[in-house]
């Protein structure tokens, strides 16, 4: 669900600015890139805590690079937005395994997992809630609601939040009062990158020791969360909560005797998310409405 969330709020940012970023899967997998390369070169060097700030800020660092190449693309050479998209998401998993060759030998980059809280201070000592959410878990699931939070602050108690959201709905409208529409995608789609980036690495850290440059799909469900919340923070914290339950379901139900008595295919668990994204959206899509100005191209001179 984290990684799910953190990701689709980093799209909301960009969309609201009426700019489409479909590139979120490859800046997930860039972001995840140089976070784990980060922590496989230096692990033996720098204790836990501050070698996870460290790959945390790398890798939302290098979500903003790729996210200015898309923003350059899509607002100063006025490009289809999809399709600069596309090219992010094809050069991004290519880059990361040509990379990891030239700095490990292999396009697999492991890592030592040295990051797990045992259990939080008095938090993790909670009858029932304690086990469930204190215990055996990680410092970035704690982060994802954190920017959660900041995220509706932001969009909708801020200046800066109107201006951005007036952007994606009538950016003639906006210019016409002194809003710098350009500068405002700009920074959508900046902080859109730093949270796609932040994310990839979010969900590696928990679910592998190894980074083979793929985050599973995962940018693109980021997207189907995104447009299932119908561009708001709080559903997409009930979306990305769906879509995270059928992923566990796929990853676990091994363990899950109901479900493994069923003598169901695995395959068929790997593809129930993606089965159920599809789903989803075909009943959901048309009620969801979009940023009004999604995709356009804004020309002054069309004002």
Sequence with gaps: MIPLMIVALGGLFSEKSGIINIALEGKMVLGAFAGILTISLLQDSISAVPLLALALGIATVMGIAVSLLHAYASINLKANQVISGIAINMFAPAFAIYVSRLAVGTQNVGFRNQFRIESVPLLGNIPLIGPMFFQNTYFTTFLGFVILGISTFVLYKTKFGLRLRACGEHPGAADSVGI??????????????????????????????????????????????????????????????????????????????????????????????????????????KKTIAPKALGEVYDKGKR
């Design 180 to 285: 710098n529409v350009a500068r405002m995608r700009y920074a959508g789609v900046i902080i859109s990158g730093a949270l796609a980036g932040l994310g990839g690495l979010v969900f590696i850290i928990p679910v592998s020791v190894v980074f083979s440059g793929t985050v599973s799909g995962y940018g693109f469900l980021a997207l189907a969360v995104l447009i299932f919340g119908g561009w708001n923070p709080i559903k997409i914290v009930f979306a990305a909560f769906f879509f995270g339950l059928m992923q566990t379901i796929a990853a676990s139900y091994t363990a899950i005797p109901f479900l493994n008595a069923l003598q169901i295919p695995a395959h068929f668990y790997r593809m129930l998310p993606y089965v159920l994204t599809l789903v989803v959206l075909a009943f959901t899509s």
